[in-house]
């Protein structure tokens, strides 16, 4: 885990290696960007599917919740799987069961069919509950339950994605280019919710293809079959053309200030990898703060849709919605590279000063959102709150998991952290779906007190991430040919 000196400001690399890194990079962030849309499939279908089978927002919180907490629990069982396995192979074995299980949530709605009195369509007045006998009420349980259970599966089979795709990349960059890889990650997040955010719409509403085919409105199940495919085509890419790390591809000697492990040190034993992990405070201040990004974050990914639909009425294929869609990953996406530019030439790799402003600035934005009570300013307020989000999404879950686990323990030390996100995150599924059943006002308000202490914690980490000056270490003299 020997940082890159501080003040180093390029690497030679040889011939060839950036295009091959270049290539690598590209399926695997298309992959991971074809993870999102089969995980913010949900939330564009969140009032569809509440409508069909008439879940209050608790009940769908609950679905959201379920997710996020296996997502949390997988990245801790998968980093340190991934570091056993590899990056790849993680990757594979997280889309594949994103694939099923998508495609099995999608089918899940059948079960409604069979069931037309679980519709709130069945009850025009919309006061359905009041018509269900006990054997009612337990098909509405064991639906819900359905649904809870295939996106737990998923959101724990996609937590093999974020500790693969970090663990080959921290072989393929240095410490002073893992914050632009960190932006660079962030903007494949991003393309993802931009694809579903305006994909979605565009399949509930109907849309024409190429100007001659008419596709007409399909059903909400469309929004989890359509994804897996899409993720389906891509894996295959990945699984052909990428490789686990610098070495395997022909390259040698690219990381002079942090080689690649040694025997003994690939092969450390479980126990080991935790002791190491687990007894670095820094892992814990950086993880505690990122699940206040979590709960931020979530907020705004799994809720703004059925927010402007219930608070404003805004139609999601309405121009405002549109807008809105492509705004909050566009942003998203300047935040992550702008943060992570700012953090590896700025301040010399240190991440922590630029988070505390982040969290800061996100908590000024949040109170000043519940102040104002417009469709207009909620559109402007949510597009610069994702901005603040994630930007400390990408320099503390992705740079700083980096430059804390390593080459070796790289896939550890980011489902570590990165879980926190989303033991965070998980906040704002079933308690902020109870609070917006209770007035639609708390949304703003639940996410502001995660911004306070997300930037106090920055503040405590400063020095404790400042990274080391190292020297570079004298090459080994070449081997002395022996008699065999």
């Not at 089969?38 to 509440?50: E, H, K, Q, V, W």
């Not at 010399?348 to 630029?354: D, E």
């Not at 109870?434 to 405590?460: C, E, K, Q, T, W």
Request: glycine letters at 10%.
């Amino acid at each position: 885990m020997n940082p890159t000196a501080a003040g180093a400001t390029s690497i030679n690399y040889p011939p060839g290696f950036r295009a091959r890194r270049g290539l690598n990079w590209g399926f695997l962030g298309l992959l991971y960007t074809s993870f999102y849309m089969c995980r913010y499939n949900l939330s564009i279908a969140n009032g569809s599917i509440s409508k069909e089978f008439g879940f209050t927002k608790g009940e769908f919180g609950l679905i959201i919740t379920t997710a996020l907490l296996a997502y949390a629990f997988g990245q801790i069982i998968n980093g340190l799987l991934t570091d056993r396995i590899g990056g790849k192979r993680a990757m594979i074995i997280g889309a594949s069961g994103t694939i099923v299980m998508n495609i099995l949530f999608g089918a899940a709605s059948f079960a409604g069919v069979l069931h037309p009195e679980l519709s709130d369509a069945a009850h025009p007045n919309g006061q359905w509950m009041a018509h269900f006998n006990l054997f009612h009420t337990e098909i509405f349980f064991r639906l819900l339950m359905l649904f809870v259970a295939i996106r737990g599966i998923d959101g724990y089979m996609q937590a093999y994605g974020a500790p693969g795709m970090i663990k080959i990349n921290t072989a393929w960059f240095s410490r002073l280019e893992r914050g632009r890889f960190a932006g660079i990650f962030g903007f494949m997040i991003n393309l993802g919710r931009f694809g579903i955010f305006n994909l979605g719409p565009a399949l509930l509403a109907g849309f024409t293809f190429l100007g001659m085919w008419q596709v007409h409105p399909l059903h909400w199940r469309w929004l989890f079959w359509i994804p897996s495919a899409m993720c389906a085509i891509v894996a295959i890419g990945m699984a052909l053309t990428v490789k686990e790390t610098p070495e395997a591809a022909g390259f040698h000697d690219t990381h002079a200030a942090e080689p690649a492990p040694t025997a003994a040190e690939a092969n450390l034993r479980f126990g080991q990898v935790l002791l190491k992990i687990v007894s670095n405070p820094t892992i814990w201040i950086v993880a505690l703060a990122y699940a206040c990004t979590g709960a931020v974050r979530q907020a705004v990914d799994q809720w703004f849709p059925r927010y402007m639909q219930d608070m404003y009425q805004m139609d999601l294929k309405s121009a405002s919605f549109q807008w809105l869609g492509f705004l909050i990953p566009f942003v998203a996406s300047a935040g992550s590279l702008s943060s992570g530019y700012i953090s590896d030439v700025l301040f010399k790799g240190h991440r922590a000063p630029v988070a505390a402003g982040l969290y800061f600035l996100e908590t000024t934005i949040i109170l000043l959102a519940a102040q104002f009570h417009s469709a207009n300013a909620a559109v402007v307020f949510l597009v610069l709150i994702s901005l603040t989000a994630n930007s400390t999404h990408s320099i503390l879950g992705t740079a700083a998991a980096m430059d804390i686990g390593g080459r070796k323990m790289a896939g550890f030390a980011s489902g570590v952290i990165d879980s926190f996100q989303y033991f965070g995150g998980s906040l704002a599924g079933i308690a902020l779906g109870r609070l917006l059943d209770n007035s639609l006002g708390n949304y703003f308000y639940f996410m502001a007190p995660f911004g306070v202490i997300g930037g106090l914690l920055m503040i405590f980490a400063w020095g404790k991430m400042t990274p080391k000056a190292t020297t570079k270490p004298t090459p080994s003299p070449l081997p002395v040919a022996t008699a065999k």
